[in-house]
């Protein structure tokens, strides 16, 4: 088996990957490995998984790639992808990766943040965020997310018009992380609850399967 | 000529864009958009050129695209674009995509939101941002442009290797951006700052064409 994915299930990018390999019966290694042990943070990850000691990163033989659109598209490139993943057609790739690029600095973004201050700050420090910062964060997760609702899935049933593409998977794994903390980012965004729905469906068993711990813990915060 | 090209060259991919086509001789329309007057905000905007109402657009006949990397992407699928910007050996490729990628949420966000909030919002409210702010908006940064100067640029003269490639240009045009504010971000950065010198040779006459109310700007900043 010449593709290793180093991995950790409760980052999104590693979720999204995970979830395109195995839905693409695109045979890898599973090399899972625990951020919340600082297992990326080793000279042994950095010598030899790679320098940036980031998840997820894929090993092709003996080329090493970090970055999952930058891996997406090579895998588009050189393996058996699926087109609807991402289409050759040039105008529907242009498509795709304007979601992709523009995900960096909003879905993922104020997502990742809200969940980083609201879940992993009081479990590294002890303390909870202040709360002025905290509606800060969070406002700016909501305005994105609303930006989901009204913008990006105003023109169908998916994020590129009628078929699912990897913007889809990208977008709902950032989706999801901020139900860690108990937020449920599809009250009162209706479409966006559908689209959610309409993913978890379609990529399943792998999509549930990926996100399972995620969901242990989000129930378990729902109730706190 | 099919192709037009919605910018405002204080916007980084605005300028990452019209250097690359200037530079290419890839013939297209010029409509400068004046950010500073909300011009992006108008219906005719929204309706016309763009429903997300941003810049860089770009219209290739009636096709519209927005998203500087996707567009990158499109232009080297679809026009003569020199190959070395961003080649088609796909591992070389993946290099290129691998910066394009790390840059949104790292070297763009952080020079973008220090220019905004030493800049922009002293402009539009009158007031200065708390000192405290402030510097943790810096000290991202200053992080940032230290993982360019140890990490991206530490294995050659350019970020993917021995080549110049468009990596490099959408790199440099978030670099000069801080300048606007009289902030240096090559002091203390030598490696930073023998790419950029070699950056700016390189690309002109237009990168010098396409920073110079930057520079004029920047030039101001730090007499003040």
Known sequence: MSLKLY???????SR?????????KIPFEECPIALRKGA???DEYKNNVSRFQK???VHDGDFKMTESVAILRYLAREKSLPDYWYPKDSKRQVRVDEFLEWQHNNVRATCAKYFMKKWIFPLVTGQELEPEKL?????????????????WLANGNYICGDKLTAADLWA?????????T??????????LGAWLDRIRTEVDPHYGEAHAIL?????????A
Chains 1, 2 share one sequence.
Not at 135 to 151: H, P
Not at 172 to 180: F, T, W
Not at 182 to 191: E, F, H, L
Not at 215 to 223: G, T
């Open 182 to 191: 108990g937020y449920d980012p599809i009250v009162g965004r209706p479409i």
């Open 7 to 13: 991995f950790d299930l409760l980052s999104q990018p």
């Open 55 to 57: 998840v997820p990163v």
């Open 40 to 42: 990326q943070l080793t």
């Open 135 to 151: 509606a800060e964060y969070k406002q700016s997760m909501e305005d994105c997310l609303d930006s989901m609702e009204t913008l």
């Open 16 to 24: 999204a990957l995970y979830i395109l390999l195995k839905s693409s």
């Open 215 to 223: 969901n242990k813990i989000a129930m378990k915060s729902q109730k």
């Open 172 to 180: 709902a794994c950032e989706v999801e992380q901020p139900r860690v």
